[in-house]
Each structure stands twice: as C-alpha cells, then as structure tokens.
C-alpha cells in the first residue's frame, strides 16, 4: 500500500453527482477536490463510432463489468440469493460520467407531497389504514426548499419541456399538476413522433392532459450558466445506452468535464476503485483504492464524499462498517434499508401503419399525470394509495430489438418461415404505452453484504432481498386498464391480458432507477444521513446520490438527485467547511 | 497451433433475389456475387456447416425474402463466440452455480463457446436430414439453452452492423427498410406520419467515414 500526498476532498465516483460536487466545491471553495473512478476515461469525441445496436445496446458495452463485480438477488428471507450474472432489470455505468452517459434524459420534479410522504399518507388516510410493513418516511427536506435548486439543475442541463404550473399559474400543454415552478423551462419540448402525437391526441380526446416528456435531450442549441454550449438533438434513436455523439444530452463528459478540466484544484483519477473508507475515531481519514494495475493506495483525505452509484454507496459502507447494518427482524440498524426501485408495465399497441419508429430521441414522448401520486383514483380503499405517470415514448427502434414483436396469435412459433413472414409484417407497426409509477419502501426490502459471493478482490458482493407486494400489483392492475383505454382510443390492436403478478425478476429490463440503502432524515435512528446528507456518525463524511431517497416517486429519479447534490454542495460551502468538526 | 479452418460462403445465391420491403416496394438485393472463404475464429468447418444450416430453418430463405444464409449470420455466431462475449469475459461466473427461480435467468457455469460445441453434438448429423426433418429436430431442443442462444443470435447475426460479420451486403437492414445508424433525422422525425420512409441503409463505416470497433475484437 502507497501512501498518497493528501487532498483536501476526496470523492469517490465521477458520474454526475461526484462531478457535481467537484464543480461547486472546486468553484466556491479553495478545496482541493479529487475524484477517483473506477472505470475508464470516456470523452465526448469516443462517441461518433459507437452507435452500434449489438454492441450497445444488446451487449451494453458501456455498463458495469459483471464478471468483475455484479449483486446477489433472493425474493424474501426464506431464499437463498443467487447472482446476478449479467445485467438485466437495471443497468449500472462505469467510466467518466457513469449511468449518466447512458441515461435516456427524462428530467422531471417529484410532486411536493412526495417528500412528506409519510406525513402526508397518515393525514389522508390514517396510520392503521396503512400496510404494516410500510417503511415510507419523510425526507426531511421540502419541494419549497428543492425548488431554486431544481431550477440550477435544470438550466444545468438545459432541460426542453413546457411548465404546467407557473408560480401557481395552470398551464395547459404542460403538466398542471406538478409543482409550482419560478420559471418555464431552459428549452421548448422536443419535437413529436408520430407515434407520440398520436398518443397526445388520445388521450386529449378522453379528457386527460398531455405534456411533452421533460427532457435533457436538447430541442436546440443551447448555453448553460457554466458558459457550457452544447447542440440541439439529431433524433438519431441512439440515446438511452448510448454516449450522445453530438453532446446534445446532457452528460458529465460534455457539461461538467469542459468546466472542471479548467479547474487547478481539481483532479480525476480514472481506473481507480475505491475499496473501502478509511475511518479512526469517528472521523473518515482518506480512501483506499486499486489501480488497474493491481497496485494499492491510500489517499488521506480531510472531507470524504460518497457519490458512487446507489449499489456502491451502500456497499462501501458496509464494506468499510460505517454505520449500523439494518436488521430486517428486530427493524434495528438503518444501513441498507428502504430499497426501492421503479413500478412499471408496458401495453404494447399494433398500428396499421408504419411508425418510422428508428427516429427518436431518449425521452421525446407524451404523458400523463392525472393519476400521479394519488390525484385521479379513490381507491385507498382497495389498497391503492399512489399511482404514476402513463407515457409513450419514441426513443428509437433498433434494427435487432424490436424484430419479432407482434400482436398475439400472429404466429404459432418464434421462428422458421410463418413467423419470419408475420414478423416483417409487423416490424415498425408498434410502440408501447408505458407506466412509470412510486416504488413505496417496505421492511422487507432491504440490501445488505452477501455471505457467499464475492467481486473480483474477494469482498462480498452487495445482495438486494427485493420483491413485488400486493400494492404494486394494484398499481398495475390500474394501469394496465388506463392504457387499454387509450390503446382502445388510438385505434391499435393490443394485448388485453392483465398484467403479470409473477416475482422480481432480475432478467428483463425495468429502469436504472435503484434507491434507497443510505437515505436522508430527520433522525439516526430511522436514516443513514442528515437532511444535507452528512453521515450521522461521521461528520466529514457526505453520501450523495439516490441512495439518500427514503422512497421513490413516479418520475425517473436524475433531476432530483442533481437538485439534492446542489443541495448538499451548498450546505458543505456555507455551514460544514466552517466547522467541519460537527455535525450540521 | 491449431490449423485455421475457412468456410466458403455462397454469396452468389442472393445477386438479384427480388424481395418487397416494409414499405412494399419490390428492391433487388444487393449483395456480393461469387464464393469467398471466410476464415473461422471459432468453429470448424464441420460445425459451422451445422449452424449455418439450423439458421436456415429458424431464418429460413423463402418467398418473404432472404435469410440468414443470404446474410452471412454463421460467420457473425463465430465471431460473437471466439471474442468476450463467447467466452463470458463480462458475466458474472464465480461459484457456487445453483438452479434457482426462472426469474433469475441464466445460472449456470457453461460460457455461450460451451454451450454450442455440447449443442451441436446434440443436432448429430443436422446437414444430411431435409427440412422438414431439420425443422422436427430443432422443434425437439427447442426449449433448451442452445436453441434460445442460436435463435437470438440469428437475429443479431441478420440486423446487426456488417462489422459484426452478419447482414451481408447490408441484406437485413433492406429486408426490414431500417436506414442504418444514421447521423441526423433533425428535419424528418416529425414528417411523413402514417407513411413508410425508407432512407436507404447505409452502415456505421459508411455513415462514419471510419470503421467501428466491435466489441469482439477486443483482446482475450
């Protein structure tokens, strides 16, 4: 082991909230800030030759290596976990700018009543009302407070969409029902599909309100506060998996990498795995970290920033015993607690005609959100509390992919001669009408270390016991009917079955959107993190990310994670650098 | 060393195969014309022999147009196999290897290079039985992990990039009407609507003015 000169900060993950971080610690403060990356560097100019479908999209080149690292899966205590052996219901990153690079760019507020949910589900329905083994909580911080900071994230970004809810101002064409904004978006929307404007058109017709899906793919050309310049979209349907080979989604790599190779007090370390927090009397001394090499360092480091992606924040963690490990029996411990990820279901709908669907772009696409939270339903009742979005998307139809979708009863095999012929009959004849609901947090959903497995060092590996409860298959149930509706509206065909009540399932894509494991509050005993998301037992230490989300809401979760980072940069400048003996 | 074995691939059958599109209009397929010997990475000659023709059945040349012979998907297979991918360099393969629930998926030991040389032992003498008796024997392995990784692959091997080694003459992608990785569709993606707009394909080398990398080329 080799000892390092010390830094002043030392950050571990250079996806978009370490990178954020760095930005704001490295413009306001005098810090010097390193960033240590476990994966490879990655550059705007790597991406002209990569829109490549097999090796991008089907082979997802640009993940996390599973053979190096992956997680352990089991559906209840009972079970014994087995590996994850390749990516499949959610897609972690690696290399400079991590999931970020590959995201599709949805860019949306959370509702107010999302971070008093707790709070909020006991006033409306009393606490016997809920399920016992809800472990949803308030975040301890207010969309009021969010709000000035969801709005840097935005212009960050540039996000293209239309406000629904202008300073408390109903706007049609927008979705009024989010939260009162100060200001209309950086951007307009992005142009319409075909397949989307049909969509839009649908469900104006059944009386619901269409807005145009917020997105972080750029509707034009656009210069952020940063002074960073960055090209409208090409809709080349090579987003959600891909680098954006023209810098028109926002990534790490194009809008916070050209303003912190500029900075002197900041530096990022590629292929550097951080392997544990080096800690001593309550206080983080540095991190330890492997070269590709092999090699190993220590860097001592006087401030401490936990920004890797949800799985790793956890893990790290508990891999360095930071913290109390949550119990699942005794419901003692807060490490590794409330994990989350996203609810969906998918109504695929056959048209006539051709969609062109190969143009797209990652988040052009029209939703809905009068049933989001719990606005649009009254069935409480019935065990339905919160509900989401109902959107249709064109992102893109590869070649490969979407080959051999059709409606059912088309063909009686999935190959040879009848199917062959049933299959180009159908190829560019769908799309898909989408749910992107709450993940409530229950006791039973937890992350922990696994006890047999292990990464490519010989530590344990991290093990999600996840499963499905009667609430999200509700949550379905509703949608799936929704979606019938507007299906049936649009004029396509499409499957009427209800939606699966089958297990978790670790194979089929569902969203990159994994919370929880670290989250914020009000109090150390219920959460990992303080409302600015300083460890409660280690004040130099801050874990940043979405692992901080006691819960998670309908919308995709990248903007409010950005708005928290600003949030927590903010208070490290202004209240903890100060004083950076004590908690804030 | 191992001596290298070659495959010769009848890409004359396609020059001038007379195909309708997506968009329903009649096109000639282009495509080389003449054999060429194709070096193997991976299989041998023998084997390749076999998977060339059990991608005839699953996508099979026929009235609705050219299939994965035309297409050149066994050369694609053997390079999928020999590189990363085949040889699991990015999945998860330490021990203990348990049967666990479907939803787990694939949990075994054997890398794709393993399953199909055991999965092509079990086809036996594949390339003398006529079709339908070809179809009757991939029907029997039909729910077997061989079978799902050779049909999958068939389709990759038909509509991926040509750099991979299949879509020969960019035959898939003409089959289907999809244009290729274009760079912009800025000015069209909000025209045409309810109407078939086929750009003609071109592929990544060709849009990018410089070849890819495919991934397996990468070092093992």
Redesign the interface.
């Known amino acids: 082991m080799t000892n390092l000169k010390p830094v002043d900060v030392a950050i571990v993950g250079g996806g978009w909230t370490g990178l954020l971080v760095a930005k704001e610690l490295t413009a306001r403060t005098s810090q010097s800030v390193a960033v240590f990356e476990r994966g490879i560097p990655r550059r705007l100019q790597d991406y002209a030759v990569t829109m490549d479908e097999l090796d991008y999209n089907i082979r997802l080149r640009m993940m996390q290596n599973t053979a190096e690292e992956t997680i352990t899966h089991r559906h209840s205590l009972k079970d014994s976990a087995v590996p994850v052996r390749q990516h499949g219901s959610f897609h972690p990153g690696t290399g400079t700018g991590g999931a970020g690079e590959h995201w599709g760019g949805a860019s949306f507020r959370f509702l107010p009543d999302v971070f008093t949910l707790r709070s909020h589900l006991v006033q409306k329905h009393g606490a016997a009302k809920l399920p016992e083994d809800l472990a949803v909580q308030d975040w301890g911080i207010t969309y009021d407070e969010l709000e000035p900071l969801y709005w840097k994230a935005e212009q960050l970004m540039g996000i293209s969409g239309k406000a629904g809810n202008l300073r408390g101002q109903k706007i049609e064409g927008g979705n009024i029902f989010e939260g009162p904004r100060q200001h209309e978006y950086p951007t307009p929307p992005l142009k319409h599909s075909f397949a989307s404007s049909m969509f839009e058109a649908a469900v104006r017709r059944l009386g619901y309100h269409p807005y145009p899906t917020p997105a972080a793919n750029l509707s034009e050309s656009y210069k952020n506060p940063d002074g960073v310049t960055r090209a409208g979209c090409a809709y080349c349907g090579h987003c959600q998996r891909y680098g954006c080979m023209v810098g028109a989604k926002a990534q790490p790599t194009n809008t916070l990498m050209p303003v912190l190779a500029m900075r002197k007090n900041f530096q990022l370390r590629t292929e550097s795995w951080v392997r544990r927090i080096v800690h001593k009397d309550g206080r983080a001394t540095g991190v330890q970290f492997t070269n590709a090499a092999g090699e190993e360092f220590f860097q001592p480091a006087a401030t401490v920033i936990l920004a890797s992606f949800t799985l790793n924040n956890t893990r790290l963690l508990a891999l360095s015993k930071i913290g109390t490990p949550y119990d699942p029996a005794t419901r003692k411990g807060t490490l590794g607690r409330n994990l989350t990820h996203q609810v969906g279901t998918n109504t695929r709908v056959f048209f006539d005609k051709p969609l062109n669907a190969f143009m797209g772009a990652g988040e052009l696409g029209s939703r809905i959100s009068d049933f989001d939270g719990d606005t649009g339903f009254t069935d409480a009742e019935d065990g339905l509390f919160r509900l989401g979005m109902i959107a249709l998307g064109s992102n893109g139809d590869g070649a490969i992919g979407s080959f051999g979708i059709m409606p059912p009863g088309e063909s009686k095999t999935n190959w040879g001669s009848e199917w062959k012929k049933a299959a180009l009959k159908w190829k560019d004849h769908s799309a898909s009408i989408g749910l992107s609901a709450e993940h409530l947090s229950y006791r039973a959903n937890y992350m922990d270390l696994d006890p047999t497995y292990t990464d490519k060092f010989g530590d344990p590996l991290l093990r999600f016991t996840l499963n499905w409860t009667d609430h999200e298959f509700k949550q379905r149930e509703f949608a799936a009917k929704l979606q019938q509706k507007i299906a049936r509206e649009m004029g396509a065909r499409f499957d009427d079955n209800p939606p699966s009540r089958a297990r978790y399932n670790v194979i089929n894509y569902q969203s990159t959107h994994i919370q929880g494991g670290a989250m914020m509050g009000a109090s150390p005993e219920t959460s990992v993190v303080n409302r600015y998301l300083q460890h409660w037992d280690m004040p130099n230490l801050f874990v940043v990310g979405a692992s901080a989300f006691p819960q998670n809401a309908a919308p995709n979760p990248t903007l409010t994670v950005l708005a928290l980072t600003y949030w927590a940069s903010d208070a490290m400048v202004t209240k903890y650098f100060p004083h950076p003996e004590k908690l804030i | 060393m191992k001596r290298r074995q070659f495959l010769t691939v009848p890409a004359a059958a396609i020059g001038g195969t007379l195909f309708y599109t997506?968009?329903g209009e009649p096109v000639r397929a282009q495509a080389q014309t003449g054999t060429v010997k194709v070096p193997l990475r991976f299989f041998t000659a023998e084997e390749a022999r076999v998977v060339s023709a059990a991608c005839a059945?699953?996508?099979?040349s026929?009235e609705?147009?050219p299939?994965a012979t035309e297409a050149n998907v066994v050369i694609f297979i053997d390079r999928q196999l020999a590189g990363p991918?085949g040889r699991?360099?990015?999945?998860?393969?330490?021990p203990?290897f348990?049967e666990?629930?479907p939803?787990?998926?694939?949990?075994a030991k054997e890398s794709p290079r393993e399953t199909y040389r055991a999965g092509i032992k079990t086809l036996g003498d594949f390339t003398s039985l006529p079709p339908a008796g070809q179809?009757a024997k991939?029907r029997s392995i039909e729910k077997t992990h061989f079978f799902q990784l050779l049909?999958t692959h068939?389709?990759?091997g038909?509509?991926?990039?040509p750099?991979?080694g299949g879509n020969a003459g960019l035959i898939?992608?003409q089959?289907?009407?999809?244009?290729g990785?274009?760079?912009?569709?800025?000015d069209?993606?909000?025209k045409?609507?309810?109407?078939?707009?086929r750009p003609k394909p071109r592929s990544?080398e060709q849009?990018?003015g410089?070849?890819?990398?495919?991934?397996e080329d990468e070092q093992v």
Not at chain 2, 175 to 179: D, K, S
Not at chain 2, 181 to 186: A, D, K, L, N, T
């Open positions: 997506l968009a059945r699953i996508f099979p026929d609705s147009g299939g991918y699991d360099k990015y999945r998860y393969t330490k203990p348990v666990s629930y939803e787990h998926g694939y949990q179809d991939l049909r068939t389709i990759e038909m509509f991926s990039d750099m991979h898939g992608w089959l289907i009407g999809y244009p990785p274009q760079m912009s569709y800025r069209e993606i909000d045409h609507f309810g109407q078939p707009w990544l849009i990018a410089r070849p890819g990398k495919p991934w």
